[in-house]
């Protein structure tokens, strides 16, 4: 089966650091994606890992280690607009399926 | 470049009736995807087309149905209603290949069901 799990919801303050981790067991995987999702609107590409490591866009840094099966999202700098849910999703190339976490609810206060 | 476009961003249907939604890929893109969205489940995958063909499908029920037109736009149809259909439900297009595959969403169809 499927299993994607992440937390439910995370609290931090403006300008530290939040990290969203995601463990999954799924039968494919050929990456790992994040996407944002801010409420009543479409979800958002953030990063997408294949290999393990660490990625680094701006503010956000994304890590993977497929042996683990484990991965995670880190916030840096936290601004009020990055309160939004953070969601996880493992990507398996044949279908073009993404399955999805239940998503993290990142609530940013001053 | 225009994005995804879903049609309408609203619906409200009664119990036992069918809607048929509709999903305009960003251009050049082939593969286009459906997902529901509710609190409980949070995103759930419903089917993947690619040039008209259904290549994967989700745990859901025959009700729910779609296709894929020659020119890529999609829809989805759900038949006989029921109260637990009413979710957002998203449409994601991509280009074809492991090496470029981002989905982009659209807006989503909120579909209410009284």
């Known amino acids: 089966g499927q299993n994607i799990d992440q937390p439910t919801e995370m609290t931090a303050t403006e300008g530290a650091i939040v990290q969203i981790n995601c463990t999954y067991q799924t039968s494919g995987f050929n990456g790992l994606f994040w996407y944002q999702q801010h409420a009543g609107e479409a979800p958002t590409f953030l990063s997408y890992n294949v290999l393990d490591g660490l990625e680094e866009k701006g503010r956000f840094s994304s890590f993977l280690s497929r042996s683990k099966g484990y991965s995670y999202l880190l916030l840096k700098e936290l601004q009020m607009k990055d309160s939004a849910s953070y969601l996880c999703a493992v990507y398996e190339a044949a279908g073009n399926k993404l399955t999805f976490g239940g998503g993290t609810r990142v609530l940013v206060k001053p | 470049k225009a994005g995804v476009t879903q049609t309408p961003r609203y619906l409200i249907k009664t119990r036992g009736q069918q809607v048929t939604l509709s999903c305009s890929p960003i251009?050049?893109?082939?593969?286009v995807s459906w997902y529901q969205q509710t609190p409980g489940q949070g995103l759930q995958f419903l089917f993947e087309?690619?040039?008209?063909?259904?290549?994967n499908k989700g745990n859901f029920p025959g009700r729910f149905s779609g296709r894929q037109f020659s020119n890529s736009r999609s829809e989805m149809n759900v038949s006989t209603l029921e109260l637990g259909d009413s979710a957002l439900y998203l449409c994601?297009?991509?280009?074809?290949?492991?090496?470029?595959?981002?989905?982009?969403f659209g807006q989503g169809t909120r579909l209410t069901v009284v």
């Open positions: 087309y690619f040039s008209e063909t259904q290549r």
């Open positions: 994601a297009s991509s280009l074809q290949g492991a090496s470029s595959p981002e989905a982009f």
């Open positions: 251009s050049g893109h082939r593969s």
